[in-house]
């Protein structure tokens, strides 16, 4: 079967070209970035996921010229107490906030760094960061087990190898937003669930306004502190777009169509962590009864 005239011009892209897929269904567009074509699908990165997007689904698209990012680090180096009192709840300050202010366009990558973080018992802590537009992700929950870290510095990187250990000592280093399970919900100001699992999720935002760290600890009989503060690393820009004209697509019967353009196989990752969450919560009530 031949491409539809769509999939030849997305398919003379280069791979990582910067593009907006304007689609049938339910999502109109969506943010890709274009790594191959197949036989009938393109394949690409959307929203941080590895996706695959039938032809058939694709109306147009719009190519994002590069543009020069521009990086920018924040700081607020007031130092987190972990918990503000006794050894369960809330740390101080809650939120811990970073005001960004000045900067142009969206944004294309957040970082975030964790200075001087100690706790006597690491998996007690669970961290969530809050973008000005309420968008949300978890950066550590339930890591590190009993496993005491003194003035680790940690940054979170959706690029990094691995995540944080579940039950192994953690070092110094550049990890994957991590969440193995939250066994007790952040409290007010904090916002509900359901939360992000990657830093992607602030992709293509208004980076300017309060950023907020939410730092909770689930158990007691431990404690912590972040004595560096935390900083914000947001590199964005402002590209210009050219418009490419829809083609209209010709009617055609494909042997397999996907009627799902995007498939992040949310299910499966969700069912994977749910069963996670309910060994690890079986294990942190042994834990607890013991402190």
């Known amino acids: 079967m031949k491409f539809c005239s769509i999939c030849d011009r997305l398919c003379c892209l280069n791979s990582g ?7 049938k269904g339910p999502s109109p567009s969506i943010p890709f970035t274009f ?22 689904q694709i109306i147009g698209f719009t190519v994002t010229r590069p543009c020069t990012p521009q990086t920018n680090t924040v700081t607020n180096a007031t130092a987190i107490t972990i918990p503000e009192t006794g050894t369960e709840g809330p740390a101080s ?25 100690s706790h006597t018992f690491p998996g007690d802590i669970s961290a969530l960061l809050v973008g000005p537009g309420g968008e949300t992700v978890i950066l550590m929950a339930t890591a590190g087990d ?20 579940e039950n192994a000592q953690i070092v110094s280093g550049t990890y994957q937003p991590t969440n193995y399970g939250i066994f007790t919900p952040f409290t007010p100001p904090a916002p509900d669930p359901p939360y992000g699992a990657t830093l992607s999720v602030f992709n293509r935002t208004n980076p300017n306004g309060q950023w907020n760290l939410f730092i909770f600890d689930q158990f007691g009989g431990d404690i912590g502190s972040m004595a560096g503060g935390w900083a914000l690393t947001i590199t964005s820009c402002e590209p210009r777009q050219i418009q490419v004209p829809q083609n209209k697509i010709r009617k055609q019967r494909l042997s397999s169509v996907q009627r799902n353009a995007v498939n992040p196989l949310t299910e499966v990752e969700r069912a994977r962590k749910q069963r996670k969450a309910a060994r690890l919560k079986l294990l942190k009530a042994k834990q607890i009864k013991g402190f």
């Open 17 to 23: 070209a910067s593009i907006i897929l304007f689609l």
């Open 35 to 56: 790594i191959r074509c197949t036989k009938n699908c393109v394949i690409g990165i959307s929203n941080g996921r590895r996706i695959s997007v039938n032809c058939n």
């Open 93 to 117: 300050p809650y939120p811990s906030p970073i005001i960004v202010s000045g900067l142009t366009g969206t944004i294309l990558k957040v970082t975030v760094t964790f200075n001087n973080l």
């Open 146 to 165: 009993g496993f005491e870290v003194e003035n680790v510095t940690l940054t979170f990187d959706d690029a990094a190898p691995t995540p944080l250990p």
